[in-house]
């Protein structure tokens, strides 16, 4: 009983997950036929997750495409090389490790105790587009979740003075690459949970001695007390990303300040609320979204 059980709980889970990488992938136009994406694998669980849900749509979605998994062994001490390539020569795709020691380059530079991060990540860039232009690649897919656009949002708010975060597509400075992020509806608990059931070799990402009081940190704990303290904080917060007013706002580039004036007749319906009263009624409906029907609206796959 208690296995059947289980089951089921795996199954919703797994649906939800489908379910959800599906919208964002016609949210936001992120495969297109014929298009050879390549899964950046990094040994956590988000990384294992996105591989596995993408294998699992390509076998029913209405458009054709490659997937092919590629992790960049960057030579840190410590670092479980053999984990990745036997896990992957159990799965029906094709996979590439690419060796570049960036572990050298960012201990020559950085001083000791300095974060390592942002160099890090920069050469990290650099190898995989670089590889990307090589093979033929349409698209870049990373792990990145909902819980990562948020705390990113909240990073560059408090510490960067500007509003952005991750965005679910993107394309590089040099306009050669097209980076997806199909998690990006995703919960990081439901990928946690998904992770745990499918029992992945996990690598654990603490192998550069990254350090533990990173701001990243601080704003993860931030939320997850909101999380706790506030039920439906987060969900909210994730919908006011994509429900953006500029006219209300600061940002003279994002909206004409400049030419509004008493002639100026067109605006937008609605957008007049100085003397009403706020409305900030609790949302509900992302608490029921797994039991919900509107599985109609998501046409990349059907799942069942």
Known sequence: MQDKRKTLEFNKLQKR??????KAIMDFSMIEEGDKIMVCLSGGKDSYTLLDILMNLQKSAPVNFDLIAVNLDQKQPGFPEEVLPNYLATLDIPFEIIEEDTYSVVKRVIPEGKTTCGLCS???????????????ITKIALGHHRDDMIETLFLNMFF??????M?????SDDGKHIVIRPLAYCKEKDIAKFAQARQYPIIPCNLCGSQEN????????MLQ????????RIETIFKAMSNVAPSHLADTELYDFQGLTQDVLSHKAGGDTLFDTPDFTPRQE????????DTNSIQFVNIG
């Open 167 to 171: 965005p679910p597509k993107l394309k």
């Open 286 to 293: 992302e608490e029921h979204e797994e039991e919900g029907s």
């Open 225 to 232: 007390d909101w999380d706790r303290k506030y039920p439906g």
């Open 17 to 22: 997950l489908r379910r959800n990488v599906g």
């Open 122 to 136: 920069r050469l990290r860039r650099g190898v995989i587009y670089g590889w990307a232009e090589r093979n033929g």
């Open 160 to 165: 960067g003075g500007s509003m952005k975060s």
């Open 214 to 221: 990173l701001q990243r940190q601080n704003i993860k704990m």
